[in-house]
Protein backbone atom coordinates (compact mmCIF):
# COMPACT_ATOMS: atom_id res chain seq x y z
CA UNK A 1 0.00 0.00 0.00
CA UNK A 2 0.83 3.63 -0.05
CA UNK A 3 1.76 5.12 3.39
CA UNK A 4 4.17 8.00 3.27
CA UNK A 5 5.42 9.48 7.04
CA UNK A 6 6.47 12.62 8.51
CA UNK A 7 6.97 13.94 11.88
CA UNK A 8 4.83 16.58 12.07
CA UNK A 9 7.42 19.36 13.85
CA UNK A 10 10.73 20.37 13.60
CA UNK A 11 12.38 23.64 15.39
CA UNK A 12 16.09 24.81 14.47
CA UNK A 13 17.90 28.27 15.21
CA UNK A 14 19.10 30.46 12.48
CA UNK A 15 22.07 29.13 10.72
CA UNK A 16 22.06 25.64 11.83
CA UNK A 17 21.40 22.73 9.40
CA UNK A 18 17.49 21.65 9.38
CA UNK A 19 16.95 17.86 8.25
CA UNK A 20 13.53 16.39 7.57
CA UNK A 21 12.76 12.81 7.42
CA UNK A 22 10.06 10.98 5.44
CA UNK A 23 9.68 7.21 5.13
CA UNK A 24 7.70 5.51 2.91
CA UNK A 25 6.08 2.02 2.08
CA UNK A 26 5.92 1.59 -1.53
CA UNK A 27 9.07 0.22 -2.42
CA UNK A 28 7.85 0.22 -5.97
CA UNK A 29 8.21 4.49 -5.94
CA UNK A 30 9.79 5.50 -8.72
CA UNK A 31 10.17 8.99 -7.94
CA UNK A 32 10.29 10.92 -4.73
CA UNK A 33 9.69 14.59 -4.33
CA UNK A 34 10.11 17.23 -1.31
CA UNK A 35 7.86 20.62 -1.71
CA UNK A 36 7.25 23.14 -0.09
CA UNK A 37 4.09 25.37 1.24
CA UNK A 38 4.31 29.13 2.70
CA UNK A 39 1.45 30.31 4.79
CA UNK A 40 -1.29 31.30 2.63
CA UNK A 41 0.24 29.39 -0.45
CA UNK A 42 0.03 26.72 -2.66
CA UNK A 43 3.01 23.96 -2.79
CA UNK A 44 6.14 24.52 -4.58
CA UNK A 45 8.24 21.62 -5.79
CA UNK A 46 11.48 21.89 -4.28
CA UNK A 47 13.30 18.98 -5.49
CA UNK A 48 13.33 15.45 -6.69
CA UNK A 49 15.09 12.20 -6.62
CA UNK A 50 14.93 9.19 -8.91
CA UNK A 51 14.89 6.00 -7.02
CA UNK A 52 17.91 4.49 -8.55
CA UNK A 53 19.86 7.31 -6.99
CA UNK A 54 20.81 7.76 -3.22
CA UNK A 55 22.36 11.50 -2.95
CA UNK A 56 21.38 14.63 -5.06
CA UNK A 57 22.82 18.05 -3.60
CA UNK A 58 21.15 21.67 -4.88
CA UNK A 59 22.67 24.25 -3.41
CA UNK A 60 21.57 24.90 0.24
CA UNK A 61 19.64 21.59 -0.21
CA UNK A 62 20.79 17.82 0.08
CA UNK A 63 18.60 14.78 -0.66
CA UNK A 64 19.50 11.41 0.85
CA UNK A 65 17.75 8.33 -0.30
CA UNK A 66 17.97 4.73 1.78
CA UNK A 67 16.05 2.51 -0.79
CA UNK A 68 16.79 -0.22 1.30
CA UNK A 69 15.24 1.09 4.30
CA UNK A 70 13.08 3.56 2.60
CA UNK A 71 14.06 6.57 4.09
CA UNK A 72 13.68 10.09 2.44
CA UNK A 73 15.60 13.21 4.07
CA UNK A 74 15.96 16.81 3.06
CA UNK A 75 19.34 18.79 4.74
CA UNK A 76 18.75 22.58 4.44
CA UNK A 77 22.35 24.19 5.11
CA UNK A 78 21.97 27.24 6.86
CA UNK A 79 18.53 27.42 7.29
CA UNK A 80 17.13 31.10 7.16
CA UNK A 81 13.97 32.47 8.51
CA UNK A 82 12.61 32.85 5.05
CA UNK A 83 12.75 28.72 5.43
CA UNK A 84 10.37 28.35 7.59
CA UNK A 85 7.07 26.53 5.90
CA UNK A 86 5.63 22.89 5.74
CA UNK A 87 8.19 20.35 3.91
CA UNK A 88 6.04 17.52 2.20
CA UNK A 89 7.66 14.49 1.15
CA UNK A 90 5.90 12.62 -1.95
CA UNK A 91 6.16 10.05 -4.06
CA UNK A 92 4.76 8.90 -7.30
CA UNK A 93 5.21 5.16 -8.80
CA UNK A 94 5.58 3.86 -12.11
CA UNK A 95 7.01 7.67 -13.07
CA UNK A 96 3.11 8.41 -13.41
CA UNK A 97 1.31 11.82 -12.01
CA UNK A 98 -0.54 10.57 -9.41
CA UNK A 99 1.26 11.94 -6.14
CA UNK A 100 1.13 10.63 -3.20
CA UNK A 101 1.91 13.25 -0.11
CA UNK A 102 3.23 13.03 3.91
CA UNK A 103 1.35 14.96 6.60
CA UNK A 104 4.15 17.25 6.35
CA UNK A 105 6.71 18.76 8.51
CA UNK A 106 6.26 22.24 9.88
CA UNK A 107 9.60 23.77 10.06
CA UNK A 108 10.23 26.88 12.57
CA UNK A 109 13.10 28.68 12.32
CA UNK A 110 13.94 30.29 15.72
CA UNK A 111 16.78 33.42 15.83
CA UNK B 1 2.37 33.15 -8.14
CA UNK B 2 2.20 29.82 -9.95
CA UNK B 3 0.08 29.93 -12.67
CA UNK B 4 -2.47 28.45 -11.27
CA UNK B 5 -5.38 30.49 -9.98
CA UNK B 6 -7.91 29.57 -7.58
CA UNK B 7 -11.25 31.22 -6.59
CA UNK B 8 -12.47 31.90 -4.63
CA UNK B 9 -9.49 32.31 -1.38
CA UNK B 10 -12.35 31.57 1.04
CA UNK B 11 -15.65 30.13 1.42
CA UNK B 12 -18.00 29.81 4.40
CA UNK B 13 -21.31 27.69 3.27
CA UNK B 14 -24.06 26.24 5.36
CA UNK B 15 -24.26 22.52 4.58
CA UNK B 16 -27.47 23.08 2.33
CA UNK B 17 -25.80 25.35 0.04
CA UNK B 18 -24.16 24.35 -3.28
CA UNK B 19 -21.37 26.31 -4.12
CA UNK B 20 -18.30 25.94 -6.57
CA UNK B 21 -14.68 25.92 -6.53
CA UNK B 22 -12.63 27.32 -9.32
CA UNK B 23 -9.23 26.19 -10.86
CA UNK B 24 -7.56 28.32 -13.81
CA UNK B 25 -4.43 27.36 -15.29
CA UNK B 26 -2.69 28.56 -18.78
CA UNK B 27 0.85 27.04 -17.95
CA UNK B 28 -0.03 24.62 -21.13
CA UNK B 29 -0.89 21.70 -18.68
CA UNK B 30 -3.00 18.93 -19.51
CA UNK B 31 -3.30 17.44 -16.25
CA UNK B 32 -5.29 18.67 -13.07
CA UNK B 33 -5.99 17.71 -9.95
CA UNK B 34 -8.04 18.53 -6.58
CA UNK B 35 -6.29 17.88 -3.53
CA UNK B 36 -7.72 18.53 0.44
CA UNK B 37 -5.61 19.52 2.72
CA UNK B 38 -6.45 19.52 6.66
CA UNK B 39 -4.45 20.08 9.43
CA UNK B 40 -2.31 16.85 10.68
CA UNK B 41 -3.02 14.44 7.83
CA UNK B 42 -1.24 14.10 4.55
CA UNK B 43 -2.39 15.87 1.07
CA UNK B 44 -5.35 13.59 0.22
CA UNK B 45 -5.55 13.21 -3.81
CA UNK B 46 -9.29 13.56 -4.88
CA UNK B 47 -9.62 13.74 -8.48
CA UNK B 48 -6.80 13.08 -11.34
CA UNK B 49 -7.93 14.76 -15.04
CA UNK B 50 -5.66 13.90 -17.82
CA UNK B 51 -6.32 15.40 -20.98
CA UNK B 52 -10.01 16.42 -19.93
CA UNK B 53 -10.87 12.96 -19.02
CA UNK B 54 -11.28 11.70 -15.53
CA UNK B 55 -8.89 9.02 -14.17
CA UNK B 56 -8.75 8.90 -10.76
CA UNK B 57 -11.34 9.12 -8.32
CA UNK B 58 -9.98 8.49 -5.08
CA UNK B 59 -13.22 7.19 -3.09
CA UNK B 60 -14.73 10.64 -2.93
CA UNK B 61 -18.19 11.00 -1.66
CA UNK B 62 -20.65 11.70 -3.93
CA UNK B 63 -21.01 15.39 -2.30
CA UNK B 64 -18.23 16.03 -3.92
CA UNK B 65 -18.78 16.40 -8.36
CA UNK B 66 -15.69 17.46 -9.76
CA UNK B 67 -16.35 18.75 -13.42
CA UNK B 68 -13.26 19.52 -16.04
CA UNK B 69 -14.69 21.55 -19.40
CA UNK B 70 -10.99 22.02 -20.67
CA UNK B 71 -7.43 21.83 -20.20
CA UNK B 72 -7.31 24.90 -18.34
CA UNK B 73 -10.29 24.85 -16.04
CA UNK B 74 -11.00 22.31 -13.19
CA UNK B 75 -14.33 23.07 -10.94
CA UNK B 76 -15.26 21.62 -7.84
CA UNK B 77 -19.30 21.59 -7.25
CA UNK B 78 -20.44 21.07 -4.04
CA UNK B 79 -23.52 20.42 -2.35
CA UNK B 80 -24.83 18.77 0.87
CA UNK B 81 -21.69 19.01 2.61
CA UNK B 82 -20.79 18.30 6.81
CA UNK B 83 -18.44 20.00 8.94
CA UNK B 84 -15.91 17.47 8.18
CA UNK B 85 -15.65 18.59 4.70
CA UNK B 86 -14.05 22.23 5.96
CA UNK B 87 -10.80 22.30 4.82
CA UNK B 88 -8.16 23.57 2.66
CA UNK B 89 -9.02 22.53 -1.16
CA UNK B 90 -6.04 22.90 -2.86
CA UNK B 91 -5.93 22.40 -7.28
CA UNK B 92 -2.61 21.21 -9.00
CA UNK B 93 -1.84 20.84 -13.31
CA UNK B 94 1.30 19.35 -14.38
CA UNK B 95 1.94 18.23 -17.51
CA UNK B 96 0.94 14.71 -18.22
CA UNK B 97 3.03 11.33 -18.80
CA UNK B 98 5.69 8.94 -17.47
CA UNK B 99 8.43 11.58 -16.95
CA UNK B 100 8.64 13.48 -13.31
CA UNK B 101 6.41 16.37 -13.65
CA UNK B 102 6.21 19.49 -11.79
CA UNK B 103 3.05 20.06 -10.23
CA UNK B 104 2.12 23.78 -10.40
CA UNK B 105 -0.56 24.40 -7.17
CA UNK B 106 -2.78 27.24 -6.42
CA UNK B 107 -2.95 29.14 -3.59
CA UNK B 108 -6.11 27.11 -2.42
CA UNK B 109 -9.76 27.61 -0.95
CA UNK B 110 -9.94 27.69 2.54
CA UNK B 111 -13.76 26.07 3.11
CA UNK B 112 -15.57 26.49 6.04
CA UNK B 113 -19.07 23.97 6.46
CA UNK B 114 -20.87 25.54 9.23
Known amino acids: GEDVEQSLFLSVREGDSSVINCTYT??????LYWYKQEPGAGLQLLTY?????DMKQDQRLTVLLNKKDKHLSLRIADTQTGDSAIYFC???????????FGTGTQLKVEL | ETGVTQTPRHLVMGMTNKKSLKCEQH?????MYWYKQSAKKPLELMFV???????ENNSVPSRFSPECPNSSHLFLHLHTLQPEDSALYLC?????????????FGQGTRLTVV
Open chain 2, 92 to 104: ASSRAGPTPTEAF
Open chain 1, 26 to 31: DSSSTY
Open chain 1, 49 to 53: IFSNM
Open chain 1, 90 to 100: AESIGGGNKLT
Open chain 2, 27 to 31: LGHNA
Open chain 2, 49 to 55: YNFKEQT
